[in-house]
């Protein structure tokens, strides 16, 4: 089967507070990239579409699947790792309380920066791999959309290709970007990646 994996638009954030990721919004130029994705998902026809249920990803299915008669499914599966206990609270306080660690957090990078009580790096693949097993019995035979973050993206990339790219930033999907995987029975295998929405074919 046929997954395209659509990263949402970027987000209203203003680069000085962690967020509230289930309420983050899609930011002005988000918007009008979800927008320009609509032809690439029309070209696709995608039979099923399925959306992580943060805000950003949820408007982004809802504007990219728009030309196309099928219903956005919210999956719980599909969350970028995040911590929720860091929300509201600015760069500076979070530096402060836990030190060079939450450097590479703040600028982008989870992978190696770990809270007790949040949901861990390992946990959050298994998660993402848990729902890319079950794809083919709970969808097989259907074109899927896919839309998602850049985490459980590189996490896909990372089983495809068979290696583990903790803390490697060199697969990143830009923002509105599809990388196009094929489910088998024997796994996961990447067909394209980081494609703009004038790449995406039939």
């Not at 794809?135 to 985490?151: I, K, Q, T």
């Amino acid at each position: 089967m046929e997954v395209l994996f659509l990263r949402h638009g970027h987000p209203e954030f203003d680069g000085r507070t962690y967020p509230d990721h289930f309420a983050m919004p899609l930011s002005e130029r988000g918007r009008l990239e979800a927008v320009h994705c609509v032809e690439a998902v029309e070209r696709f026809a995608p039979n099923a579409v399925l959306s992580s249920d943060f805000r950003r990803a949820q408007e982004t299915a809802v504007i990219a699947a728009s030309g196309v008669d099928v219903s956005v499914q919210l999956r719980a599966e599909l969350r970028e790792r995040v911590f929720y206990s860091l929300a509201g609270k600015s760069f500076g306080t979070i530096l402060s309380e836990h030190g060079p660690s939450a450097k590479l957090l703040l600028d982008g990078n989870s992978d190696n920066f770990d809270l007790p009580g949040e949901e861990t790096y390992a946990h959050a693949k298994q998660r993402v791999f848990a729902f890319a097993a079950n794809l083919r019995e709970n969808f097989g035979g259907l074109r899927l959309l896919v839309v998602s973050h850049g985490g459980p993206h590189a996490w896909l990339v990372g089983a495809s290709l068979g290696v583990d790219l903790r803390g490697v930033r060199s697969f990143n999907l830009r923002t509105a970007h599809f990388s196009r995987f094929m489910v088998t029975e024997r796994g996961v295998a990447l067909d394209a990646m980081n494609l703009p929405p004038e790449g995406v074919l039939h």
